[in-house]
T-cell receptor
Framework: QKEVEQNSGPLSVPEGAIASLNCTYS??????FFWYRQYSGKSPELIMS????GDKEDGRFTAQLNKASQYVSLLIRDSQPSDSATYLC???????????FGAGTQVVVTP | DVKVTQSSRYLVKRTGEKVFLECVQD?????MFWYRQDPGLGLRLIYF???????EKGDIPEGYSVSREKKERFSLILESASTNQTSMYLC???????????FGPGTRLLVL
């Protein structure tokens, strides 16, 4: 069974601080990884994708991938109350868009 | 800016009823997916389709079936609803392997 693991949280982060979210995956064949943000009662929205080892930055978000350690992370810099949400990590199972999701990490940014 | 729509946001059904959940996308995507989301379990894949008339079982297909008669429409069918199918159902579509960029708004189903 291919698995994607995340800490459920909640992760409490002061406003303006860095939120660090971690994710591990079991399938060494996975090549593509994604972070989704999901607000309460809403559907997930894609915020980051990463395919190569190293860092990928997009605005206040940085995704990090280490395939040798089977580890993906997401950093949110200068956290804002609007970043309070559940963040889902996903690994591609195939090349057609089929994904394996983690259970999500709840982030709470406190003013 | 309509992209992926689902027929209902909230649905209440009785045990044993046949339930139809509809998903329509207007992006000409080939691939469509049905997930359910439950607290603590994340999103779990029920069925997916890579083309019209094609369907593949996901991780939890038991108690469900699907229909893809047109490219833009992917229907999820609960043949005989049970209380353990109470959940949030999410439809998604994609053209390429660039992740599931588009989810529908979800249908929260309650089976009594």
């Amino acid at each position: 069974q291919k698995e994607v693991e995340q800490n459920s949280g909640p992760l409490s982060v002061p406003e303006g601080a860095i939120a660090s979210l971690n994710c591990t995956y079991s399938d060494r064949g996975s090549q593509s990884f994604f972070w989704y943000r999901q607000y309460s009662g809403k559907s997930p929205e894609l915020i980051m994708s990463i395919y190569s080892n190293g860092d990928k930055e997009d605005g206040r978000f940085t995704a990090q991938l280490n395939k040798a350690s089977q580890y993906v992370s997401l950093l949110i810099r200068d956290s804002q109350p609007s970043d309070s949400a559940t963040y889902l990590c996903a690994a591609a199972v195939d090349s057609w868009g089929k994904l394996q999701f983690g259970a999500g990490t709840q982030v709470v940014v406190t003013p | 800016d309509v992209k992926v729509t689902q027929s209902s946001r909230y649905l209440v059904k009785r045990t044993g009823e046949k339930v139809f959940l509809e998903c329509v996308q207007d992006m000409d995507h080939e691939n469509m997916f049905w997930y359910r989301q439950d607290p603590g379990l994340g999103l779990r894949l029920i069925y997916f389709s890579y083309d019209v008339k094609m369907k593949e079982k996901g991780d939890i297909p038991e108690g469900y079936s699907v229909s893809r008669e047109k490219k833009e429409r992917f229907s999820l069918i609960l043949e005989s609803a049970s209380t353990n199918q109470t959940s949030m159902y999410l439809c998604a579509s994609t053209r390429t392997s660039g992740g599931l960029g588009e989810f529908g708004p979800g249908t929260r189903l309650l089976v009594l």
